[in-house]
């Protein structure tokens, strides 16, 4: 059974930083891409940033030259480094991973997306 289990939220001041890290497990063969999304109370679900396995990124605009994103491939993990966090980053972030290849028994199985179970980031003073 393929699982995303993210670490690393909390509370931090505003300026301050935090680094989100999410390690996928369950005999993993390979992820396409990896991102991180967030979801602020009232507000949608929304991209913050992705990778693919080659390093390619893409940013929200709001993130963009605050937070980098970034995996190990030989781990299947992917982190979140958020520098210059303002109250406005204030929401639960979700490890999502797409394209999961992974050994089920003895067959390779595929499935589409998983997400993980949402770690809270915290930005007040």
């Known amino acids: 059974q393929v699982q995303l289990v993210e670490s690393g939220g909390g509370l931090v001041q505003p300026g301050g930083s935090l680094r989100l890290s999410c390690a996928a497990s369950?005999?993993?063969?390979?992820?396409?891409?990896m991102a991180w999304y967030r979801q602020a109370p009232g507000n949608q679900r929304e991209l913050a940033a992705a990778?693919?396995?080659?390093?390619?990124?893409n940013y929200a605009r709001s993130v963009e030259g605050r937070f980098t994103i970034s995996r190990d491939n030989a781990k299947n993990t992917v982190y979140l480094q958020m520098n210059s966090l303002n109250p406005e980053d204030t929401a639960v972030y979700y490890c999502?991973?797409?394209?999961?290849?992974?050994?089920?028994?003895?067959?390779?199985?595929?499935?589409?997306?998983?997400w993980g179970q949402g770690t809270q980031v915290t930005v007040s003073s």
């Open positions: 999502y991973a797409e394209g999961i290849r992974n050994y089920s028994g003895r067959a390779e199985s595929y499935r589409r997306d998983q």
């Open positions: 990778i693919t396995p080659g390093g390619k990124t």
């Open positions: 369950g005999n993993i063969v390979s992820i396409d891409t």
